[in-house]
């Protein structure tokens, strides 16, 4: 019997002591569209996420305690991220990679700085992000203005004396990049022929493709998401039209091809440069490969998000959202899509964009030397 006592004091002695080492670990978040129509990128995040996550405690995690990762989904709709992001901070989770609809992450980084919650998020690129003097916000990738010029240039240098239209779904990412490649091509003294918008959600643009036909149209440009850029592609190809569509970061998933089929080829879409050919990045997309993931479009981005906030984590001692914040701010960080550095208002310093290219085959790649 006293044998049997002492297996029980030291079985609830292991149980203490798992559930005390559980408690102390430090819980982070990743908040997107998990479900929707934007979930292919809602699948990139977490899956970068995990990966993160993995990888950091197997180093040793973050000032001696592992990380857990709580996965929240936004849908990409505004209030259900602010919901989202209240939820978080009530929770005392003092880090969060998100959102990934800039829709979505404005309105959440709000609920974010009242609750202490640092902010960095992989994909959202309306300037308004990092422009309202918040402290908790930063990014990973870059804005629509800095991706707006390139398209901008990429179109006047290739499609000079051409008919150009212009598109937007209405919202806070579609519209913001629309504009700001309208302001690029206007100042480089290119008129938009046609300029109209659509609602996210919408499935029949054959009045739209109408007046691409009409006006003889040789590119427009999109501003907007996967869905729906891939469906105007369809319908214009169903009308006969041969003009070429070009949109943004937005379409860096396979998702659009599976949309468009071969009709896709040809699309042109702006992103940063693929972390997936960085030397660097080849042992961490191997072991992405290794389960099956092909760590396209917003993948890395979000493992780097998850790098820069442990390293400064590490560096500030603590995961105080205010003091990673400024030891984020006063560093420069190696990740996996390059090294990092930010200015005051959490942007990044080095991002470039670039222009890339679908093919026949459901693949994207870089057009060499970009044309612009």
Excluded at 3 to 20: M, R
Excluded at 348 to 359: G, N, S
Aim: proline content about 3%.
């Amino acid at each position: 019997m006293k044998s049997l006592k002492l297996i029980g004091l030291a079985f609830g002695a292991s149980i203490a002591l798992s559930s005390a080492a559980f408690a102390q670990d430090v819980t982070i978040a990743v908040a997107g569209p998990m479900t929707g129509t934007e979930s292919a990128f809602g699948r990139q995040m977490k899956n970068g996420a995990e990966m993160a996550v993995a990888d950091i405690n197997a180093a040793g995690g973050v000032n001696g305690k592992k990380l857990a990762l709580n996965v929240e989904d936004d849908a990409c709709d505004p209030k259900q991220a602010r919901s989202i992001a209240e939820k978080i901070a009530g929770a005392k989770i003092p880090f969060v990679t998100g959102h990934y609809c800039s829709s979505s992450s404005i309105p959440a980084s709000e609920a974010y700085a009242d609750g202490n919650v640092l902010e960095i998020t992989p994909a959202s690129t309306n300037p308004l992000f990092t422009e309202r003097k918040l402290w908790n916000v930063a990014r990973v990738c870059g804005r629509d203005d800095q991706q707006g010029l390139i398209a901008a240039q990429y179109i006047a240098k290739n499609f000079k004396g051409k008919n150009i239209a212009i598109l937007n779904d209405k919202t806070t990412y579609g519209k913001g990049l629309a504009d700001e490649t309208k302001k690029a091509l206007n100042k480089a003294g290119v008129t938009e022929k046609m300029y109209e918008s659509y609602n996210k959600g919408d499935k029949d643009f054959n009045a739209i493709v109408s007046r691409l036909k009409r006006d003889n149209i040789d590119l427009v440009y999109v501003g907007g998401y996967h869905q729906e850029s891939g469906l105007i592609l369809r319908q214009m190809r169903d009308q006969g039209l041969k003009t070429i569509l070009m949109a943004g970061d937005a379409l860096a998933d396979k998702e659009y091809a599976s949309i468009t089929g071969p009709a896709g080829e040809g699309t042109l879409f702006t992103f940063g440069p693929d972390p997936r050919d960085k030397p660097t990045a080849k042992k961490i997309v191997d072991a992405f490969k290794a389960k099956n993931i092909d760590p396209e479009g917003y993948t890395l981005y979000t493992y780097a998000a998850m790098q820069v906030w442990s390293q400064a984590a590490k560096k500030a001692g603590t995961t105080d959202a205010k003091k990673v914040m400024e030891a984020m701010k006063a560093g420069k960080w190696d990740t996996v899509i390059g090294p990092i550095e930010y200015d005051a208002k959490g942007d990044i310093k080095q991002l470039d964009y670039v222009v890339y290219r679908w093919d026949a085959k459901g693949g994207y790649a870089q057009i060499k030397g970009n044309g612009t």
